[in-house]
């Protein structure tokens, strides 16, 4: 469960897709990131653009800036050196990508990895329709309250012209008549 929790905070979100790095994916099959992008540039026709990206200048960034802030406190201090200048910039690839790398990747730590990594992102996914789940019924609670709003305010003005009956009702029976009594 730990090597688990462990990838997942090595996915993230660019460009609308959830993505690893592939210097996070060279640490975990335990080998060089350049040696890894051999091993996938050799197989490329393997990796189309919705399996396999570099990102921008801009894009690495902001990924970078979102990364540092928890290698602070973590191993990530030694996977991400802030002071050697980059290259290039990295690859990231996408669950499918992912996927692929079996394929390529034929150790047994590679084939545990790959295995633990989809796991990884199934979690994910569990975890984020369950977020979808419980928005859908945070939306639908607030619907029930502006109903109950609505109603309330109907009971209070009714009370209200109840009130406001009773109140003219005294009134009358308060004044002092005039004429003959029996």
Known sequence: MHIIQSIQN????????????DRDLATLYEVETRVFNQAVKRNIKRFPKDFMFQLSRKEWDELRLNIMPQAMSSQFVMTYPDKRPLKALPYVFTEQGVAMLSGILNSDRAIKMNIAIMR????????????????????????????????????YDSIENLLDEKAAQRKWDDLVRIGFKK
Not at 13 to 18: D, F, M, T
């Open 10 to 21: 090595r996915i993230y979100e660019i460009r609308g897709e959830r993505v690893m790095l």
């Open 120 to 155: 990884a992102f199934v979690e994910v996914r569990r975890v984020l329709l369950q977020q979808t789940d419980i928005k859908e019924q945070l939306r639908l609670i607030q619907q029930r309250i502006t109903e109950h709003d609505t109603q309330l305010s109907q009971i």
